[in-house]
């Protein structure tokens, strides 16, 4: 089992910027793809970004796209999200979660594919 802690959740203004980490723990061996979702309120989770564990297979849910980065830090067993230019539909818990399988150029495991989460860390953009 993995154990993920995400940190870096706030309030922040529109157009402002805020940096989510995610430490993973346990058996990190296992771990081939990491990837941030997010929930807001009243909505249906989404996708957010994800990066295989060699830092490849990166991808961005288009209301994202140039705005946020995703990177992996393999020493530490750290995942990270810079976000920038927020917007107050940005707001919502953002979750970090880890998959057994590689995404690569062309494929991006599915939402079930995820099979440890953490506990997530909220993010309020306010207008």
């Known amino acids: 089992q993995v154990q993920l802690v995400e940190s870096g959740g706030g309030l922040v203004q529109a157009g402002g910027s805020l940096r989510l980490s995610c430490a993973a723990s346990?058996?990190?061996?296992?771990?081939?793809?990491l990837g941030w979702f997010r929930q807001g309120p009243g909505k249906e989770r989404e996708f957010v970004s994800i990066?295989?564990?060699?830092?490849?297979?990166?991808h961005y849910a288009d209301s994202v796209k140039g705005r946020f980065t995703i990177s992996r830090e393999n020493a530490n067993n750290m995942l990270y999200l810079q976000m920038s230019d927020l917007k107050p539909e940005d707001t919502a818990v953002y979750y970090c979660?880890?998959?057994?399988?590689?995404?690569?150029?062309?494929?991006?495991?599915?939402?079930?594919?995820?099979?440890?989460w953490g506990q997530g860390t909220q993010v309020t953009v306010s207008s």
């Open positions: 979660a880890t998959s057994r399988r590689y995404s690569s150029d062309t494929f991006i495991p599915p939402a079930q594919d995820f099979d440890s």
């Open positions: 346990g058996r990190t061996w296992t771990i081939y793809t």
């Open positions: 990066i295989n564990w060699r830092g490849a297979g990166t």
